[in-house]
């Protein structure tokens, strides 16, 4: 199994546009090559908003080489870009845009929503594409709830939600550039759930929701960070309570993020 690095908590949020406040639990500037192949993890809420007419959110600005995947937990956005793609997704739904060569987009709350207003909880990663692919023509894949397949895992330890990647031989929907796992977890209390994951790739866990004993004997906290070294088959946790998760991980990419 793949050691603990560190447990991170929470840091101080920041707003994105008017409609984001985020909370930065990795970045390519803090923690380098550790995190490869992800460069940002931005864990936006739970917050509450009055209903409004506004458009609440981020306005047109440019991403280029990377990917940006957005899980929603609750809550709506809805995004527009340049080329004249759109669309909304909701909870449990995510967007998994390919920005590549380039592309100028805007993202905003729900019209819906934000008109009967209620709580945003939404996660959003960035993952680096391999050199030869940083060119390549823009993309999104809008994958739905109802797409994507879940597998029980195994002694009642509770359930994977296979957003990308592999387990038990359920493959996630979403396409991608580079091995990448990234599963939706929903752990039940007092269960030891094992999860198997390729040696020397990187693993990060993000808990949304409860309480979960990691390896050493630390206490993973609603909105903490687990960091696991890349060394190992696969990361194991016991579930304090009943508890949400983020799982993802990936096989690095040994080469100049520009």
Known sequence: MKRLNQIRKAPRGHWVGDGFPVRSMFSYDRDGAAISPFLLLDYAGPAEFPPTEERLGVGEHPHR???????????????????????????????????ASGIVHEERHGRDFARRGGTL?????????????????????????AQIPQVELPN????????????????????????????????????????????????????????????????????????????????ALEAKEDATALLMSGAPIEESIA
């Open 121 to 145: 909880e939404m996660v959003q990663l960035w993952v680096n594409l391999p050199a030869k692919f940083k060119m390549t023509e823009p993309r999104y894949q809008d994958i739905l709830d």
């Open 65 to 99: 080489g990377f990917e940006t995947v957005t899980v929603v937990y609750q809550g709506e956005v809805e995004h527009r870009d340049s080329a004249g793609h759109g669309g909304k997704i909701g909870p449990g739904d995510v967007q998994w845009m390919t920005a």
């Open 156 to 235: 009642g330890a509770g359930l994977a939600r296979i957003i990308a990647g592999e387990l038990s031989g359920t493959r996630g929907p979403a396409k991608t550039f580079s091995p990448v796992d990234l599963w939706d977890l929903r752990l039940n209390a007092g269960r030891r759930a094992e999860l198997p994951l390729p040696e020397g790739h990187t693993a990060q866990l993000l808990l949304l929701r409860g309480r979960a004993a990691v390896p050493g004997g630390e206490t993973l906290e609603a909105a903490e960070l687990a960091l696991f070294e890349g060394a190992g088959n696969g990361i």
